[in-house]
């Protein structure tokens, strides 16, 4: 296609070095429907090169002390910070975020994945135990497993990619990362960081390009003993069957269906602005983001009534505009799947009650063509729906009544997924109990993305394999030994 201004062409960046590929793919910028960057489009080759220079770099790596490491991730993390507002302006313009989404979420965890993992890696102890009668002691000893292969999503590039590439190389691995072909320049921004910081050339490698080709050239590269992955249920099958005849160790989160389950003891004006945050930010394109809100009968009318009230203060608007709470979903193709799924609703009886299709979307000149939607909320879904039980990853949200916590336990369960859930209600029993029941990795009550990075944070069911955090990405990225001594 014809491109009238200059494109940001991005590179590989493998074993220290920008690397130019033979072949690239457009990339939009979703405010505007604009092309504006130019991203690799790497395959079989550009991985190979990439794993290679991971390989080489792995004995130095490995036998560095975690107090080396540690300081070099605390490097990054200066360095990425003291240039936080260009990355934040990068992020918006690449991912349709606002920037202030970019300004306060995106960049500053960014930021501090590096930081806690800086400090994780220095507090770790392994076990031992001993037995007497047999006059020996077990203890167990944990190294870093090899070139960990890391494939991360778009909806919160920089962050979650580096939630991998922290815990990966704090342990002593080395890396080969493919950020999404979507939104890539965080990740190319960041490598321009890495020698400066004194990470060594081959450490951390990027191999940008798309899921098909580079992405499955890097799950079935033999010498890639671990993959750990962020996207979809779907991509993690095919992930989990490419990588199978290796035998590869995978950690997987995947999407979600997330309920809010509101009971008539709820304090609304706590539950009403975080539930709509909940399920508006980011263009609801996290994976936490509540879809589905259970609400007592009791209270139906008058929640519903505040949180459509509370939806429509929300503006949609130009993501660079630092008032703009919603942005521009990440791309056209997936703007109109999330608006099926609001026309499937009203085909099947569903009322919307604001934004798609009943109110005006207001857009200043200049993003008349990018892919923006309205804060949409639907009522009186039936369970069996789509809209309540598929992923829809974009600004839309379904509230239905229910009568019991015993009911609304089941219904909260009822759908393939089990990521994140939240409970309001001021009972403090009653939270206790529903949190326990919930089949979902996180429980939320009286609050959302409250995080202890410390703790275990992942998926069941369709939602994902394996957990991520202090303890959890360390036991990932290294392999344990148990040795027992006799004397
Ligand atoms: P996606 O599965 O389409 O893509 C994710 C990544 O996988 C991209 O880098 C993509 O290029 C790559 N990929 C695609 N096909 C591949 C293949 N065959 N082999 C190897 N790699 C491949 O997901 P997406 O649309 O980028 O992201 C949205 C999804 O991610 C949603 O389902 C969301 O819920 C999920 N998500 C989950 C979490 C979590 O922590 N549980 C966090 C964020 C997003």
Same mark, same amino acid.
């Given at each position: 296609m014809a491109h009238t201004k200059a494109l940001l062409v991005l590179e590989n960046f493998i074993g220290g070095k920008f690397v130019p590929c033979s072949s690239y793919i457009d990339s939009y910028n979703p405010s505007t429907g604009d092309v504006y960057c130019r991203v690799p489009d790497s395959g079989k080759e550009e991985v190979e090169a990439a794993v290679k220079a991971a390989k080489d770099a792995f004995p130095i790596w490995s036998s560095k002390s975690p107090l080396e490491r540690s300081q070099i991730l605390n490097k990054l993390a200066d360095l990425i910070e003291h240039d936080l507002e260009a990355f934040a302006q990068a992020e918006s313009k690449d991912q349709g975020k606002t920037i202030t989404f970019a300004r306060t979420v995106d960049i500053p965890r960014a930021v501090h994945n590096f930081r806690f993992f800086a400090s994780s890696i220095l507090h770790h102890v392994t076990e031992c135990t001993e037995m007497p009668a047999m006059g020996c002691v077990h203890y167990t000893s944990r190294a870093p497993v090899g070139v960990a292969g890391l494939i991360s999503p778009w909806n919160l590039p920089l962050y979650l990619l580096t939630w991998k590439i922290a815990p990966a190389i704090a342990c002593g691995n080395t890396v080969v990362a493919k950020p999404s072909e979507m939104t890539s320049v965080t990740a190319w921004m960041m490598c321009q960081l890495l020698e400066k910081a004194g990470?060594?050339?081959?450490?951390v490698n990027v191999v940008f390009g798309t899921g098909a080709k580079a992405g499955e050239a890097l799950v079935c590269?033999?010498?890639?003993?671990l993959i750990s992955f962020t996207g979809s249920t779907l991509t993690a099958q095919r992930i989990t069957e490419r990588s199978a005849p290796h035998c590869k160790r995978l950690s997987l989160e995947l999407g979600g269906k997330n309920p809010a389950i509101v009971f008539d003891d709820a304090d609304l004006s706590q539950c009403i602005p975080t539930t709509v945050r909940s399920s508006f930010a980011n263009q609801g394109e996290?994976? +936490?983001?509540?879809?589905r809100i259970f609400v007592q009968r009791g209270i139906y009318s008058e929640f519903l009534k505040r949180f459509v009230a509370e939806a429509k203060k929300w503006k949609t608007g130009?993501?660079? $505009?630092?008032?703009?709470?919603v942005g521009a979903l990440i791309s056209k193709e997936h703007l109109e799947k999330v608006r099926t799924y609001v026309k499937k609703a009203q085909a099947e009886?569903? &009322?919307? +009650?604001?934004? =798609?299709?009943?109110d005006p979307l207001a857009l200043p000149p200049g993003n008349q063509k990018g892919y923006f939607m309205l804060p949409t909320v639907i009522a =009186?879904?039936? $369970?069996?729906s789509c809209c309540m039980q598929? =992923?829809?990853?974009?600004?839309v949200t379904c509230v239905v009544a229910f009568d019991t916590e015993e009911e609304v336990i089941r219904r909260a369960n009822g759908v393939k997924y089990g990521l994140a859930a939240t409970v309001w209600s001021g009972n403090v029993g009653r939270v206790h109990r529903v949190a326990h029941r919930l089949q979902s990795g996180l429980v939320w009550t009286n609050c959302?993305?409250? &995080?202890?990075?410390n703790l275990p944070f992942g998926g069941m069911k369709a939602s994902g394999i394996g957990r991520e955090g202090a303890k959890d990405s360390y036991e990932f990225f290294t392999e344990v030994k148990t040795i027992t001594i006799k004397h």
């Open positions: 990470v060594p050339p081959g450490v590269h033999p010498e890639v003993p996290i994976c +936490l983001c509540t879809s130009n993501p660079s $505009d630092p008032t703009s709470d009886g569903a &009322r919307v +009650l604001c934004g =798609e299709g009943v =009186e879904v039936k $369970d069996e598929e =992923e829809i990853f974009g600004p959302w993305l409250v &995080r202890d990075l």
